[in-house]
């Protein structure tokens, strides 16, 4: 039976870090599980509801990588990706992987549960909203939607469906840019003015990350991403997002 504390998974091969982090996040108020590989991560996945998954890049039996596509595909679960390089490659990987934060090994246990909560907090989890990988309650709907082209944008859901009702999974980090987009279309957007909306108070922001979100963002959304028709390049300026944007 669930209870109504966040629930953590950590996908983690060290024996020694899984009972370090399960054990840091219990007595910080958390339930909390611990798996080491892609296998078991999908059985707890099927098992029990999770509000947040904390994911090491760079397992030995599985690809990080890979399995952070595969929970991304599937819904719009919080990651925290974990990783041992601290280098500016491994930052732009974890934002091509949609994390919605990241951790660099080592890290203090207070640094861990700041991250977390703060994710958390992002998503509404610790104000009762459903987890992500949770079904809504029936009949759970929105005051705030938005339409471009289309697709439907629910601004308090934080969900983006397709008029034909396929949904399209969303970081923190993309959605935050779409609602800069949507509730100030026509605009132009210097890379400043959007790493500014779309950052975290706990996220180091580095060069090109609106760019990778961009890009992300493009591939999703846009007809064909190679001529965007909604996210446009304003050369030597910034973005602007061309849609008509109307209420839903």
Same mark, same amino acid.
């Given at each position: 039976?669930?209870?109504?504390?966040? =629930?953590?998974?950590?996908?983690?091969?060290?024996?020694?870090?899984?009972?370090?982090?399960?054990?840091?996040?219990?007595?910080?108020?958390?339930?909390?599980?611990?798996?080491?590989?892609?296998?078991?991560?999908?059985?707890?996945?099927?098992?029990?509801?999770?509000?947040?998954?904390?994911?090491?890049?760079?397992?030995?039996?599985?690809?990080?990588?890979?399995?952070?596509?595969?929970? =991304? @595909?599937?819904?719009?679960?919080?990651?925290?990706?974990?990783?041992?390089?601290?280098?500016?490659?491994?930052?732009?990987?974890?934002?091509? +992987?949609?994390?919605?934060?990241?951790?660099?090994?080592?890290?203090?246990?207070?640094?861990?549960?700041?991250?977390?909560?703060?994710? +958390?907090?992002?998503?509404?989890?610790?104000?009762?909203?459903?987890?992500?990988?949770?079904?809504?309650?029936?009949?759970?709907?929105?005051?705030?939607?938005?339409?471009?082209?289309?697709?439907?944008?629910?601004?308090?859901?934080?969900? +983006?469906?397709?008029?034909?009702?396929?949904?399209?999974?969303?970081?923190?980090?993309?959605?935050?840019?779409?609602?800069?987009?949507?509730?100030?279309?026509?605009?132009?957007?210097?890379?400043? @003015?959007?790493?500014?909306?779309?950052?975290?108070?706990?996220?180091?922001?580095?060069? =090109?990350?609106?760019?990778?979100?961009?890009?992300?963002? =493009?591939?999703?959304?846009?007809?064909?991403?190679?001529?965007?028709?909604?996210?446009?390049?304003?050369?030597?300026?910034?973005?602007?997002?061309?849609?008509?944007?109307?209420?839903?």
């Amino acid at each position: 039976m669930e209870t109504s504390k966040p =629930r953590i998974l950590v996908v983690d091969d060290e024996a020694d870090m899984v009972a370090f982090l399960v054990d840091l996040l219990r007595k910080s108020g958390f339930e909390s599980d611990g798996v080491a590989t892609g296998a078991q991560m999908h059985q707890a996945l099927e098992r029990h509801t999770y509000a947040l998954i904390l994911l090491d890049l760079r397992l030995k039996t599985d690809d990080g990588q890979t399995l952070a596509r595969e929970l =991304r @595909q599937r819904s719009a679960i919080p990651i925290i990706m974990v990783s041992g390089a601290s280098d500016e490659t491994d930052r732009v990987l974890l934002l091509e +992987l949609a994390a919605d934060d990241f951790l660099v090994k080592p890290f203090s246990p207070r640094e861990l549960l700041a991250r977390v909560r703060a994710v +958390l907090r992002r998503y509404a989890v610790e104000t009762g909203a459903p987890p992500s990988n949770a079904p809504r309650p029936p009949g759970a709907g929105s005051r705030e939607q938005v339409r471009f082209g289309p697709w439907v944008l629910d601004l308090e859901q934080r969900e +983006l469906v397709h008029e034909d009702g396929s949904p399209c999974a969303l970081t923190q980090g993309e959605y935050r840019l779409l609602e800069a987009f949507v509730r100030q279309p026509q605009r132009v957007w210097t890379r400043d @003015q959007l790493l500014e909306h779309t950052r975290s108070l706990e996220t180091e922001v580095f060069d =090109r990350t609106i760019d990778v979100l961009i890009l992300r963002l =493009r591939r999703k959304i846009e007809p064909n991403p190679k001529h965007p028709q909604y996210i446009c390049t304003e050369r030597g300026l910034g973005y602007v997002f061309a849609a008509k944007v109307t209420r839903a």
